[in-house]
């Protein structure tokens, strides 16, 4: 893989989900709730090949440090720690300023996903994934991968797509977040209606532009992009990111 492409796994979390399995001590990406590994190795062995172990950067609470370097086959300074969980911008830039600390280039291309997914199949997303960063960096835009969902689901992000940039490839118009189920019924019978997938791509200039702002609330940041291509999937989505297609954000 291009030794310009990283990736970045925001694994923080509190344990308040899956009680009384997880708890603040074992949050759900250190669950192993869809086999041997939990859902954090899943996520890392799920993006090699595509990316070196000296290129994924973890960042996660500092509580979970340790059992993160335990558990994943990647240099143990690269899991990083959170002094104090701030959702996704504030992770976004401290991910920012440690590669930028490694001395990356701000032209660097930085995917950031979540360490909680289940994906099938890994290489079909490995794919989609590759052709989002290609593309961002073409374009110098952010990007993000859109799926079809299968039922009108309330507790996800929707996509509302623009018009089509090159084949696969759609400007957002805007998004919705955990619309109400009327809503939602509506977007499942819209074609130009994808759900969230939860990985992003840009260059490490185009995520500063977005973080810096950041210490205001992401949802509102996100909303005012123009430029925020997505890759939408032609498959239709159990959740489980199913084959996408993409679309382009900036």
Same mark, same amino acid.
């Given at each position: 893989?291009?030794?310009?492409?990283?990736?970045?796994?925001?694994?923080?979390?509190?344990?308040?989900? $899956?009680?009384?399995?997880?708890?603040?001590?074992?949050?759900?990406?250190?669950?192993?709730?869809?086999?041997?590994?939990?859902?954090?190795?899943?996520?890392?062995?799920?993006?090699?090949?595509?990316?070196? *172990?000296?290129?994924?950067?973890?960042?996660?609470?500092?509580?979970?440090?340790?059992?993160?370097?335990?558990?994943? *086959?990647?240099?143990?300074?690269?899991?990083?720690?959170?002094?104090?969980?701030?959702?996704?911008?504030?992770?976004?830039?401290?991910?920012?300023?440690?590669?930028?600390?490694?001395?990356?280039?701000?032209?660097?291309?930085?995917?950031?996903?979540?360490?909680?997914?289940?994906?099938?199949?890994?290489?079909?997303?490995?794919?989609?994934?590759?052709?989002?960063?290609? $593309?961002?960096?073409?374009?110098?835009?952010?990007?993000?991968?859109?799926?079809?969902?299968?039922?009108?689901?309330?507790?996800?992000?929707?996509?509302?797509?623009?018009?089509?940039?090159?084949?696969? $490839?759609?400007?957002?118009?805007?998004?919705?977040?955990?619309? *109400?189920?009327? +809503?939602? +019924?509506?977007?499942?019978?819209?074609?130009?209606?994808?759900?969230?997938?939860?990985?992003?791509?840009?260059?490490?200039?185009?995520?500063?532009?977005?973080?810096?702002?950041?210490?205001?609330?992401?949802?509102?940041?996100?909303?005012?992009?123009?430029?925020?291509?997505?890759?939408?999937?032609?498959?239709?989505?159990? $959740?489980?990111?199913?084959?996408?297609?993409?679309?382009?954000?900036?």
């Amino acid at each position: 893989m291009d030794n310009e492409f990283y990736a970045v796994v925001m694994a923080g979390g509190r344990g308040a989900r $899956f009680w009384p399995l997880g708890r603040k001590n074992r949050p759900k990406q250190l669950l192993q709730l869809t086999g041997e590994k939990t859902m954090l190795e899943d996520t890392v062995l799920r993006l090699f090949p595509l990316f070196s *172990p000296e290129r994924i950067l973890i960042v996660t609470s500092a509580a979970y440090i340790d059992e993160a370097r335990r558990l994943l *086959p990647i240099p143990p300074e690269n899991v990083v720690g959170e002094p104090a969980g701030r959702d996704t911008a504030p992770c976004v830039a401290l991910a920012l300023g440690e590669l930028k600390r490694r001395g990356a280039s701000p032209d660097a291309v930085m995917t950031v996903l979540p360490a909680d997914h289940l994906i099938s199949p890994a290489a079909e997303f490995r794919k989609q994934l590759r052709g989002a960063m290609e $593309f961002a960096r073409k374009r110098d835009v952010l990007m993000t991968l859109g799926v079809r969902p299968t039922y009108p689901a309330t507790g996800y992000g929707y996509i509302c797509c623009g018009n089509e940039l090159e084949p696969g $490839f759609h400007a957002v118009e805007r998004f919705v977040e955990k619309p *109400p189920r009327a +809503e939602a +019924e509506r977007y499942l019978a819209q074609a130009t209606i994808s759900g969230t997938a939860g990985s992003s791509s840009g260059s490490s200039r185009r995520w500063k532009r977005r973080s810096t702002s950041s210490c205001r609330p992401w949802r509102s940041s996100r909303a005012s992009s123009p430029r925020f291509p997505t890759r939408r999937s032609s498959s239709r989505r159990s $959740f489980r990111c199913s084959p996408a297609r993409r679309s382009t954000a900036a």
